[in-house]
């Protein structure tokens, strides 16, 4: 194992950030493969394109999605390095390990679900449930894989491992939100997915549609992903009350008040793209808003469930008078 020293960590850490962004990138990348149509664009060959390892005299969709599968592939190097990294830079039983290893895990299934899409023609005009299904858990995987690279850069940054014994409470509260927000992100894949096959040319339209028994299933499900939203941007007002009460750091306050902007703005936003029917720019700045608040999610949980204070956030908690009102003391560490 390599020696460790703060030199390696701060590389480590700003390798494993730039992982991260990275591949939020591609998934992105990705949301404009489907959200243009193109992802027929290599035909049913995976991993060729049109049965050519680079096609020649290519049309926009198959340079878009060929685009697509080259950044993925880079991105599959890129993680495994990270996992080659941890292992060398950390020793047994450090969680960074663990992070990278899952992290490694639902990148091949993610590399495996996207050539399942292709291969069995779930692309394109497709509307079939078969593809609702396999979105949904795309998004779903695409979800852990952003978790564990954000844990992965949290854990190498020197924040200490969750610790859930005397914070059971919390933890499911946590465990709540985490589920939910799944399932508000897959709900938006399949909402989005809806959007590009059955698009509208004004509003009543679109919500005569959404609520006629005769439109086709992906556009009755739309209306489901705007109530989900709705719900859970009030769950989690309470959670971040609750938090900021129970673990009353700089870190998890500053954490709340970011998650909280994100989401505030996501849902503006969800509100502007549902009245300006879709646009493609607009769903990709719809998904990258998801993308953010499950990052800041994760990392609002790893922060509250730490076992104490990471040493660059080991500022006194609360001021006293902040802390007496509340009925809590400001303390050196979480434990």
Known sequence: MAPTNGSTSRRFVRYAGGVLIYNIGVILWGAFVRATGS????????????????????????????THRLTSG??????????VWAMRRFARGHPARLGATWALIFMVIEALIGALLVRAGLVA???????????????????LLL?????????GAGGPPLRLRGHEGLATLLGIAILVTILLGASGAVTALGDTLFPVDTLHEG???????????????????????????????????????????????????IFGAIYATQLIVGMINVRLLAPVALQIIHLLLADLIWIAL???????LAAEQPAWASAPALPAHTAARDGTAPRPRLG
């Open 298 to 304: 994760i990392l609002l949980s790893a922060a509250a």
């Open 147 to 155: 978790a564990w690279l954000a844990l992965t850069v949290w854990w």
């Open 125 to 143: 005009d497709n509307a079939s449930l078969a593809r609702a299904v396999m979105i949904a858990l795309h998004l779903v995987n695409t979800f």
């Open 207 to 257: 919500l005569r549609r959404d609520f006629s028994t005769e439109a086709h299933f992906l556009e009755r499900l739309r209306i489901i992903h705007p109530v989900i939203a709705m719900l859970l941007g009030l769950y989690l007002i309470g959670l971040a009350r609750f938090i900021a009460r129970r673990r009353p750091t700089p870190l998890t306050r500053r954490l709340v008040l």
């Open 39 to 66: 992802g027929a664009g290599c035909g049913s060959h995976w991993p060729t394109c049109n049965g050519q390892v680079i096609p020649r005299a290519p049309e926009v969709e198959t340079l878009i999605e060929f």
């Open 74 to 83: 880079l991105a599959g190097l890129l993680v495994l390095g990270l996992f």
